[in-house]
């Protein structure tokens, strides 16, 4: 490969073809963090567009000098796109040669997104969620749900996922791949939201994100104990469940911040600290088994550059993906 004459293409099954494993994703992702809890990252707050509600476009820059990654991600959420037979999330990512600023690979985002996103909310539970974690509920089963299972599966010893989804054919679905997957399992199609939250000790909730929610969970259906990992923002939090809890965390506050500002989380309390802080030991992780936790992650870019470098440099090593002249 010409650096600087040409670029490799990785489409979303060359993405997929790669291999990488979520136990390295997780171990790139937690890297990542540590240097941003570090103060050893650039990472501005990702700006978006809104060409229809409940819509979004954003930006995701990100340079993590430690991996020598370097890049933007573009990515889209669109809850409209099944009507016509589209994912939700699309979109594209573009890794830079941080020496000279040149375009070195374009690859398709979604298996990215999914798969990082799991494992921040693995690595959260690593160090949030209580040593006896056996009970997971999973609120919204699609993709995302997949990737979320598959890294808390990593780091507790799970034995029931009680599953939730208003199209129950997706709950369906969902255990049958499961199961051929992570066949140790219990699996439960949970009749309501409030029958999957109950009793649970981790509870994930992965619905698309909305500007204006009505969000079900209540503090009263957390159990002493639990960790709440919403990756869809406060669209099915309850502004009550957020506060009533005993710690906020978010996976970075600047961001957090920035998405009050345009109108989110406006019943949410305020971060108690940062997954950057949380992996480098600046703050404690669970203190007491009847501590209520939330770790918010809205999703930031350094996870997606430090996956993307990865994989790029796997589809190297496999000769993967197709090189295209700038």
């Given amino acids: 490969m010409k650096k600087g004459k040409e670029v490799l293409y990785l489409s979303g099954a060359d993405v997929r073809k790669i291999g990488l494993s979520m136990a390295e994703t997780m171990e790139a992702v937690e890297q990542a963090l540590f240097e941003k809890g570090r103060g050893n990252c650039q990472m501005p707050p990702k700006p978006g567009i809104f060409t229809q509600p409940d819509a979004f476009i954003h930006a995701m820059p990100a340079y993590i000098p430690a991996l020598g990654a370097a890049g933007l991600k573009w990515v889209a959420g669109y809850p409209g796109n099944t009507r016509h037979g589209l994912p939700y999330l699309n979109g594209l990512l573009i890794l830079n040669c941080p020496e000279t600023g040149v375009p070195l690979a374009v690859m398709d985002c979604v298996w990215i997104t999914a798969q990082r996103t799991g494992a921040v909310s693995g690595i959260a539970a690593k160090y949030l969620a209580r040593q006896d974690s056996e009970v997971l509920a999973i609120i919204g089963c699609g993709v995302q ?37 992570l066949p140790h399992l219990e699996y439960v199609a949970a009749g309501s939201a409030r029958e999957a939250v109950q009793e649970a000790d981790i509870v994930v909730t992965a619905t698309p994100i909305l500007k204006e929610p009505r969000p079900p969970i209540e503090l009263g259906w957390l159990k002493e104990g639990v960790l709440g990992l919403p990756i869809d923002f406060d669209s099915y939090w309850q502004p009550e469940a957020m506060q009533g809890c005993d710690k906020f965390y978010v996976d970075d506050e600047n961001q957090f911040e920035y998405y009050r500002t345009l109108g989110y989380f406006r019943g949410a309390p305020k971060a108690y600290a940062d997954l950057g802080q949380l992996v480098t030991g600046k703050v404690p992780a669970r203190e007491s088994e ?30 993967i993906g197709t090189l295209l002249p700038l």
């Fill in 145 to 181: 749900a997949r990737t979320q299972l598959e890294a808390l599966a990593l780091v507790r010893r799970l034995k029931v996922v009680k599953c939730y989804d208003i199209n129950p054919g997706q709950t369906s679905l969902f255990i049958e791949e499961m199961k051929a997957r």
């Fill in 290 to 319: 009847r501590e209520r936790i939330i770790s918010m992650n809205l999703g930031l870019a350094i996870e997606d550059m430090a996956t993307a470098i990865r994989i790029y440099q796997k589809a190297l090593e496999q000769g």
